[in-house]
T-cell receptor, first 118, second 117 residues
Framework: AQSVTQLDSQVPVFEEAPVELRCNYS??????LFWYVQYPNQGLQLLLK??????LVESINGFEAEFNKSQTSFHLRKPSVHISDTAEYFC????????????????FGRGTQLTVWP | DTEVTQTPKHLVMGMTNKKSLKCEQH?????MYWYKQKAKKPPELMFV???????INESVPSRFSPECPNSSLLNLHLHALQPEDSALYLC????????????????FGPGTRLLVL
């Protein structure tokens, strides 16, 4: 089974500052990586994902993440945050589909609460 | 359309009640999931349905009973719950492709917030 480590449970930053949310995963032959965001009292929304190809992936709202195989990391970054980015961010890893009972299941990190202050 | 809908949004029930949570998707997905999420914690997988068959049950107590009546619908029947079952219950779906395909994206619904008194 995969495991995901989000070292920072809380990250407070000021508006317009850059931010990095860290995510490390346990090594495997092939992994597929996701960042989900959860705004207060809502479900999870997919922010971005890495399946293959370019190691730098971007979201439509300015976040980006880089897959680093040698460091088994998938850190999330944004050069300038807004108050509306305040939310819980979950990193997740999947090791593919159809392998018996795994069925592409997601393994979540514990989450990082990003709080943006004015 | 990448929407998963869940009803009701909120539910309060007593320990002797029977209630059901409903989840629906019209993306043609063939894998559907139930998760339980406590406050400030990641979602915990409960059940997975693949092509309308239960494929994963994460040792969930029998007071939770899933049902997949067709490829678009997923229900979670609740009976004799305990206060510690109070949580946000999330439904998700994914394409449900064959073995060997790369990792699938799961699309989540907004959740049902359940309070057991």
């Amino acid at each position: 089974a995969q495991s995901v480590t989000q070292l920072d449970s809380q990250v407070p930053v000021f508006e317009e500052a850059p931010v990095e949310l860290r995510c490390n995963y346990s090594s495997s032959v092939s992994v597929y990586l996701f960042w989900y965001v959860q705004y207060p009292n809502q479900g999870l929304q997919l922010l971005l994902k890495y399946l293959s190809g370019s190691t730098l992936v971007e979201s439509i709202n300015g976040f980006e993440a880089e897959f680093n195989k040698s460091q088994t990391s998938f850190h999330l970054r944004k050069p300038s945050v807004h108050i509306s980015d305040t939310a819980e961010y979950f990193c997740a890893v999947s090791d593919g589909v159809g392998r018996g009972s795994t069925l592409g299941r997601l393994y979540f990190g514990r989450g990082t609460q990003l709080t943006v202050w004015p | 359309d990448t929407e998963v809908t869940q009803t009701p949004k909120h539910l309060v029930m007593g320990m002797t009640n029977k209630k059901s949570l409903k989840c629906e998707q019209h993306m043609g997905h063939r894998a559907m999931y139930w998760y339980k999420q406590k406050a400030k914690k990641p979602p915990e997988l409960m059940f997975v349905y693949s092509y309308e068959k239960l494929s994963i049950n994460e040792s969930v107590p029998s007071r939770f009973s899933p049902e997949c009546p067709n490829s678009s619908l997923l229900n979670l029947h609740l009976h004799a719950l305990q206060p510690e079952d109070s949580a946000l219950y999330l439904c998700a779906s994914s394409q449900g492709r064959l073995a060997g395909a790369p990792g699938e994206t799961q699309y989540f619904g907004p959740g049902t917030r359940l309070l057991v008194l």
